[in-house]
């Protein structure tokens, strides 16, 4: 279903070349509480999404149109990705550990715990071309029964971590954010952006993405790349060009690499999460409070296998 509002903002002559002025804001789904996570696979031509508190993760087929439920129960499941090897891994925030789906659908941990003791709730992941899996842990899934179950956090702390592909050791990359949320890499990988929704548990806490520069697995700088002007930044995604695709209160949000504010493409509901989809990775996906949409860009996200 295609929805009748004015789609594009242009706020920068360069998000008029990546925009098709023609191409219309689709309506794919609006069956979930909260829709989170998607994750475009090309294998199957289908996207899969969490609905987090109905604890399911959703299919849309991309041929057919036909909506399906994937997974449930999903352990409250959040960020999605695939690896390498074109293999699904997870956030589950009720089990606060991150997982990956095999070929023959059985699922193995991949990391549950860092010094003996429970991640708070593993949120969003990417996995590096080396193998690495980088996800963060605020504490979202343990604040209230919604999406996930109440409990203490057993470290104290909201961190990024990272698996090594060699050891499956798992080591803290940061540490000095508030709610670590959303993270995604430049296309050369030596930049990763990370969202710090802190203002939903802080008084004028951050709400904006932070960029960091990645050498040899370790983080430095972390200055701020963008505040959020409506609601707060949460899921992010690149184009193959750099521009960071980031999700917002008043819908998808468009920064060039330089940090420059350059569109907005209009979603009617607060949106949560983005992803490249397509077998041309040239449309956004796009998890908006209940519902899902998508509209064809005239750029392709980055390639994840």
Not at 10 to 23: E, G, T
Not at 183 to 208: K, N, Q
Request: one cysteine or more.
């Amino acid at each position: 279903m295609l929805v009748t509002q004015e789609t594009y903002e242009v706020l920068d002559r360069r998000f008029a070349r990546l925009v098709n002025q023609s191409a219309k804001l689709e309506l794919l789904d609006a069956s979930s509480r909260w829709a989170e996570g998607p994750v475009y696979v090309p294998a199957g031509r289908y996207l899969l999404w969490s609905d987090v508190p109905s604890d399911r993760i959703m299919r849309w087929d991309e041929a057919s149109g036909h909506i399906s439920v994937f997974r449930s129960p999903s352990q409250n499941a959040n960020g999605n990705t695939l690896d390498r090897q074109g293999r699904l891994v997870t956030c589950e925030q009720l089990t606060r550990r991150v997982t990956r789906t095999e070929h023959d659908g059985s699922i193995t941990v991949l990391a549950d715990r860092i010094e003996g003791k429970r991640f708070n709730s593993p949120n969003d992941v990417i996995v590096a071309s080396d193998g690495a899996i980088w996800f963060t842990d605020p504490t979202y899934g343990i604040d209230s029964d919604y999406e996930g179950r109440r409990a203490e956090s057993e470290i104290g702390r909201s961190r990024l971590y990272r698996v090594d592909p060699s050891d499956a050791s798992v080591r803290v990359v940061g540490d000095d954010f508030v709610q670590p949320n959303g993270l995604a890499f430049s296309p050369d990988e030596r930049r990763i952006y990370v969202s710090d929704t802190g203002r939903t548990h802080v008084a004028d806490g951050p709400a904006h993405i932070r960029a960091f520069d990645v050498h040899q697995a370790k983080l430095t700088g972390g200055d701020v790349f963008a505040e959020c002007p409506s609601g707060l930044f949460d899921g992010l995604r690149l184009d193959e060009a750099g521009n960071v695709w980031t999700s917002a209160g008043d819908g998808v949000r468009c920064y060039a690499p330089d940090g420059t504010a350059i569109g907005i493409v209009h979603v009617p509901d607060p949106v949560a999460n983005v992803c490249f989809g397509g077998p041309a990775r040239n449309r956004l996906l796009v998890c908006a409070t209940g519902s899902v949409y998508a509209i064809y860009v005239l750029t392709n996200g980055i390639k994840l296998i």
